[in-house]
């Protein structure tokens, strides 16, 4: 969605939260980091879901300037194999070196911008939920 069919739909409706997330990653839409701009001007609670597969520097350093209140990660499994498996055309070492430079950018910048980690449970990696808690606690996220 461009910018400004966004801005027509959210005047009308002035959420109190927004969750940017839908088919494919929102990293792809080059209005993103103004559509977060304007909903936190508008004093929208805002989340954004992502794969962490666009989540480079230049892209985390807009994304932490805009300040959403959540950035949610999906990340499947934290079994390089499994994770390529059930995430078709990702790249576990580039994901997990992405989101680990998320977590370091925005306690750096001491940003109010709280990290969670999203997991869906499947029979791929039902046997993993333990280890993807762990793992991602150690990273200092906010919540799995």
Same mark, same amino acid.
């Not at 070492?93 to 998320?102: G, T």
């Given at each position: ?53 666009? =989540?480079?520097? #230049? +892209? *985390?350093?807009? /994304? ?11 990340? %499947? &499994? !934290? ?41 869906? =449970?499947?029979? #791929? +990696? *039902?046997?993993? /939920? ?11 996220? %906010? &919540? !799995?």
């Amino acid at each position: 969605m461009n910018f400004e069919n966004f801005k027509k739909i959210y005047d009308e409706i002035n959420p109190a939260y927004l969750n940017l997330t839908g088919i494919g990653e929102p990293l792809l839409n080059p209005d993103l980091f103004k559509i977060i701009s304007y909903a936190k001007k508008h004093d929208s609670i805002v989340k954004l879901d992502s794969n962490a597969t666009l =989540l480079n520097d #230049e +892209n *985390i350093k807009k /994304l932490l300037s805009v300040q959403p209140n959540i950035i949610s990660v999906s990340i %499947d &499994s !934290v079994n390089k194999k499994n994770y390529e498996k059930i995430r078709k055309n990702a790249k576990f070492d580039e994901v997990i070196y992405n989101f680990k430079n998320l977590i370091s950018q925005r306690n750096n910048l001491k940003s109010p911008t709280k990290i969670h980690v999203n997991f869906v =449970l499947q029979k #791929e +990696n *039902i046997l993993e /939920l333990i280890d993807l808690i762990t793992f991602f606690d150690a990273l200092g996220v %906010d &919540s !799995v």
